[in-house]
T-cell receptor, first 110, second 118 residues
């Protein structure tokens, strides 16, 4: 599958801070998705992006589909303790399976 | 609408045994994908089924197999288990209507089956 590089690998922040993470690919994707996984659970879809340049928000979360179609970023504003978890980017080329980054582990202290 | 259901949630097997995991997709979804999740490798794609046909396959040995039934339910099987097969096996369904075709392609995951091989 296509290689996805997700960074940072982990983040340790204080409540109220903003967070930014990104994903880059060696291939062009048609779709970028961002997921969050809590311990013992399956990943939950946060945001889906379908067009280059697209900027989409879901509450305090904002994600963008890079104009080169090889990257995407996710921002979380004013973090709260329940934002703790592992965030995954995922990209898909038409006709191929969804490939995942290795995740960004987010820890938020009150 | 019920989500993706996976059974069993937890299981313990010994080396050399085989295991079958089951997945019921969201009602109306005809595409089912399977992923293996381990701490070191993250989410690794196993296979994807659509309308009882395997559409994509990941880079796993032949010990890993799957199938999909006419009601879109899917099973995956791992034979001759090895210690390294210990992982969380995740099933996801989507509304993809054909390979690379219509539907959002967004995957909705179940809670997974946690396999421990001793």
């Amino acid at each position: 599958g296509q290689q996805l590089n997700q960074s940072p690998q982990s983040m340790f922040i204080q409540e109220g801070e903003d967070v930014s993470m990104n994903c880059t690919s060696s291939s062009i994707f048609n779709t970028w998705l961002w997921y969050k996984q809590d311990p013992g659970e399956g990943p939950v879809l946060l945001i889906a992006l379908y067009k280059a340049g697209e900027l989409t928000s879901n509450g305090r979360l904002t994600a963008q589909f890079g104009i080169t179609r090889k990257d995407s970023f996710l921002n979380i504003s004013a973090s709260i303790p329940s934002d703790v978890g592992i965030y995954f980017c995922a990209g898909r080329r038409s006709g191929y399976a969804l490939n995942f980054g290795k995740g960004t582990s987010l820890l938020v202290t009150p | 609408k019920a989500g993706v259901t996976q059974t069993p949630r937890y299981l313990i097997k010994t080396r050399g045994q085989q295991v079958t995991l089951s997945c019921s997709p969201i009602s109306g979804h005809r595409s089912v994908s399977w992923y293996q999740q381990t701490p070191g490798q993250g989410l690794q794609f196993l296979f994807e089924y659509f309308s009882e046909t395997q559409r994509n396959k990941g880079n796993f040995p032949g010990r890993f197999s799957g199938r999909q039934f006419s009601n879109s339910r899917s099973e995956m099987n791992v034979s001759t288990l090895e210690l390294g097969d210990s992982a969380l096996y995740l099933c996801a369904s989507s509304d993809r209507r054909e390979s690379g075709g219509l539907g959002t392609g967004e995957l909705f995951f179940g809670e997974g089956s946690r396999l421990t091989v001793l």
